[in-house]
């Protein structure tokens, strides 16, 4: 059964208001719209979570309303842009969405590139997690709360030689399991 076949099956059960469907369309596309949320944000990890989580409640809310006969994938990643985009206007009280005007369509090349990016994604929270726990706390202040050494030295209480050294172990664990040398702009 190939993943549109299964797609176009999950989306009917759900509008029909099965729970599981539900779930599973939850875990499917939440890894891969959190990337672009992010992408499109400019890393607003926290606001495209919110922003996320709002969204599937808001089609779960709407299910009955919903078209039955659509490509999901498509859909869904659209709809969820434009509400991100208005929840952004309105958090940011811009006066204009103008800056946001070459993202009013979805094209193939771009549900390509979210699965690419998608797929590199998981394979880095997969290695993630093969870190120790020191060197994956150290991995996450540098590159997700973009502190500095300094800063992430004195949160650990110890020197900055013994961060650095985290770091870099982390680092390089890393990119002998992904097979990358820049991996990072994933962040």
């Given amino acids: ?23 599973k369309l939850y875990e499917q596309y939440y890894s891969t719209f959190f990337v672009w949320g992010c992408k499109w944000l400019g890393n607003e990890h926290d606001f495209v979570k919110d922003q996320l989580h709002d969204f599937f409640i808001y089609i779960w809310e709407r299910r009955d309303k919903l078209s ?44 390509l590139e979210a699965e690419l990016v998608t797929e590199q994604f998981s394979k880095l929270e997969k290695a993630l997690t093969l870190l120790t726990p020191a060197q994956r706390e150290v991995v996450e202040l540098r590159f997700l709360q973009n502190k500095s050494l300094q800063e992430i030295a004195d949160l650990k209480n110890t020197s900055i030689r013994t961060t650095y050294n985290l770091l870099h172990r982390g680092i390089s664990r890393l990119r002998l399991e992904i097979n990358e040398k820049k991996f990072l702009w994933l962040w």
């Fill in 1 to 23: 059964m190939n993943r549109s076949h299964t797609d176009a099956e999950l989306w009917k059960s759900f509008c029909v208001g099965d729970e599981e469907s539900f779930i």
């Fill in 68 to 111: 039955v006969d659509i490509n999901v994938k498509a859909y869904l990643l659209t709809s969820f842009r434009r509400q991100l985009f208005y929840q952004w206007k309105k958090h940011k009280k811009m006066e204009s969405a103008s800056e946001f005007a070459g993202f009013a369509e979805t094209d193939e090349s771009e549900l």
